[in-house]
């Protein structure tokens, strides 16, 4: 926000410099509009309510994530855990496979 007055500000006094207009006349021109910005601004009250709101959601955004990105942990961890007892389960019936192929074999000369 204080930025943006700086700009007016500086508008303002570029504008008195290069203004074709008299001193006088300038001046309640000036005010005028000074006194415009100043009704459209929101009051101090109410950007420290919004910000506030703000900064609540962006609390509760990030607490939500959170609680996503650890369910999404969770998940992989079981998937995981899941591959691997797939992984042992097939190693172990490959490997009774290949020992009754053996077995036949041996038995069968």
């Known amino acids: 926000m204080g930025r943006f007055l700086n700009g007016v500000l500086i508008g303002v006094g570029i504008g008195l410099l290069i203004a074709p207009m008299r001193g006088e006349e300038m001046q309640r021109l000036v005010r005028e509009r000074y006194q415009e910005l100043l009704g459209n601004l929101p009051e101090r009250e109410q950007l420290m309510k919004?910000?506030?709101q703000f900064a609540t959601n962006l609390t509760q955004t990030a607490s939500n994530l959170k609680d996503v990105a650890q369910q999404a942990?969770?998940?992989v961890q079981?998937?995981?855990n899941s591959l691997s007892d797939i992984a042992q389960q097939s190693a172990?019936?490959?490997k009774k496979t290949g020992q009754n192929a053996i077995n036949t074999t041996r038995t069968g000369r």
């Open 50 to 52: 919004v910000g506030q």
């Open 78 to 80: 079981e998937t995981g």
């Open 92 to 94: 172990q019936k490959t």
């Open 73 to 75: 942990a969770t998940r």
